[in-house]
């Protein structure tokens, strides 16, 4: 059983700063990409940001220079530092991670999600 487990979310004021943490558990033989997703009112959820096992990043336009992305392969976590927030921000963030089981296989898992929401 393998689990994603987020933490960080919460209220923040416009041009505040606030980092998520996703932890993953269970039985994983390797992680590959691991990203955070967002889903806000009436929306599609969107990719936020991914990086990959090797350090590699990408974000989407809307976050670049504000968001960052990083991973901590020790601990399997991965983390995303958001500064200079807007309420536009505000929406559901899921972590998403591709592990590699024991028996090889590739699966991909979601987090229950954490609210981050920004407002004065």
């Known amino acids: 059983q393998v689990k994603l487990v987020e933490s960080g979310g919460g209220l923040v004021q416009p041009g505040g700063s606030l980092r998520l943490s996703c932890t993953a558990s269970?039985?994983?033989?390797?992680?590959?990409?691991m990203a955070w997703y967002r889903q806000s009112f009436g929306k599609e959820r969107e990719l936020v940001a991914s990086?990959?096992?090797?350090?590699?990043?990408n974000y989407a336009d809307s976050v670049k220079g504000r968001f960052t992305i990083s991973r901590d392969n020790a601990k399997n976590t991965v983390y995303l530092q958001m500064n200079s927030l807007k309420p536009e921000d505000t929406a559901a963030y899921y972590c998403?991670?591709?592990?590699?089981?024991?028996?090889?296989?590739?699966?991909?898992?979601w987090g229950q999600g954490t609210q981050v929401t920004v407002s004065s």
């Open positions: 998403y991670s591709r592990i590699v089981r024991p028996t090889g296989y590739e699966t991909p898992y």
């Open positions: 990086i990959t096992s090797g350090g590699s990043t």
């Open positions: 269970g039985t994983i033989g390797n992680i590959n990409d």
